[in-house]
């Protein structure tokens, strides 16, 4: 995963040193590294493929907590659930001993509850002009869908709400069955249908202990093509996270 982290850094970061410069080897593409240049170019013919990489400052903005801000973000705020440490919630190996705390704080953050900002109405501005090509994003949270970007347009590479399967077998399972669960009064485990299985099902979220999103994997080949990758609250990094057990 970290070759696709070091085309980022190389591409993007060091560009930032050069005003108005994408690398060393590329000519100059913006008169300034402002963001009035970035929209003069958006703005340009020369503009065709918008890459754009989401973190959860975007979502934040909905009322939906970030991970690890301190006093605000989730992580800091799990003491109810009576978890070994924050990160368990996210765990596989815990989610498969305890499933509850997971759909607790699923309940919370279940799609239906928030509202899509004004940054994902401009993706979504972005779509209609068909200057979008690709949206990658690490946020869960599926608002990007809401706001009305097309699913083949996103990447997400924690995954999100959006499908669901169970954790043993990988049948997918029904959208409205986990909806229904996930949001009773009292929090139902839901698990696979399948007779000889019945192992539990969570969304296509990638939990610690998990492989990143097939999507994401599936994904570097396209960055070859773009032509501007402006990124959104995001340090890039967590998507590359790396944990021992």
Same mark, same amino acid.
């Given at each position: 995963?970290?070759?696709?982290?070091?085309?980022? @850094?190389?591409? &993007?970061? @060091?560009?930032?040193?050069?005003?108005?410069?994408?690398?060393? %080897?590329?000519?100059?593409?913006?008169? #300034? @590294?402002? +963001?009035?240049?970035?929209?003069?170019?958006?703005?340009?013919?020369?503009?065709? @493929?918008?890459?754009?990489?989401? #973190?959860?400052?975007?979502?934040?903005?909905?009322?939906?907590?970030?991970?690890?801000?301190?006093?605000?973000?989730?992580?800091?705020? +799990?003491?109810? +659930?009576?978890?070994?440490?924050?990160?368990?919630?996210?765990?596989?190996?815990?989610?498969?001993?305890?499933?509850?705390? &997971?759909?607790?704080?699923?309940?919370?953050?279940?799609?239906?509850? &928030? =509202?899509? *900002?004004?940054?994902?109405?401009?993706? *979504?501005?972005?779509?209609?002009?068909?200057?979008?090509?690709?949206?990658?994003? %690490?946020?869960?949270? *599926?608002?990007?869908?809401?706001?009305?970007?097309?699913?083949?347009?996103?990447?997400?590479?924690?995954?999100?709400?959006? *499908?669901?399967?169970?954790?043993?077998?990988?049948?997918?399972?029904?959208?409205?069955?986990?909806?229904?669960?996930?949001?009773?009064?009292?929090?139902?485990?839901?698990? $696979?249908?399948?007779? =000889?299985?019945?192992? +539990?099902?969570?969304?296509?979220?990638? &939990?610690? #202990?998990? #492989?990143?999103?097939?999507?994401?994997?599936?994904?570097?080949?396209?960055?070859? $093509?773009?032509?501007?990758?402006?990124?959104?609250?995001?340090?890039?990094?967590?998507?590359?996270?790396?944990?021992?057990?």
């Amino acid at each position: 995963m970290h070759s696709l982290y070091d085309w980022w @850094n190389r591409t &993007f970061r @060091n560009s930032m040193t050069k005003p108005g410069y994408t690398t060393d %080897q590329h000519p100059r593409i913006l008169e #300034g @590294n402002d +963001l009035e240049a970035l929209a003069k170019y958006m703005k340009s013919d020369s503009c065709r @493929n918008v890459f754009l990489m989401l #973190g959860a400052g975007v979502s934040t903005s909905a009322g939906i907590p970030d991970f690890r801000s301190p006093g605000t973000g989730l992580y800091a705020n +799990l003491a109810r +659930l009576n978890l070994p440490f924050p990160e368990a919630v996210f765990e596989i190996g815990f989610f498969k001993k305890n499933p509850i705390p &997971f759909y607790t704080l699923a309940k919370e953050l279940y799609p239906g509850r &928030f =509202r899509p *900002t004004l940054t994902h109405s401009f993706i *979504t501005l972005l779509h209609s002009h068909s200057l979008l090509h690709t949206c990658f994003t %690490q946020n869960i949270d *599926t608002l990007e869908r809401r706001a009305g970007v097309p699913a083949h347009k996103i990447i997400e590479a924690h995954g999100s709400f959006a *499908t669901q399967r169970c954790i043993e077998c990988k049948t997918p399972f029904d959208a409205e069955k986990i909806k229904k669960a996930v949001l009773s009064e009292e929090i139902e485990i839901p698990r $696979c249908e399948r007779r =000889r299985c019945r192992g +539990l099902v969570k969304p296509d979220i990638v &939990f610690f #202990g998990e #492989g990143v999103c097939l999507s994401l994997t599936k994904s570097y080949g396209v960055a070859n $093509c773009w032509s501007s990758f402006p990124t959104s609250s995001t340090s890039l990094s967590a998507i590359f996270e790396k944990r021992t057990y």
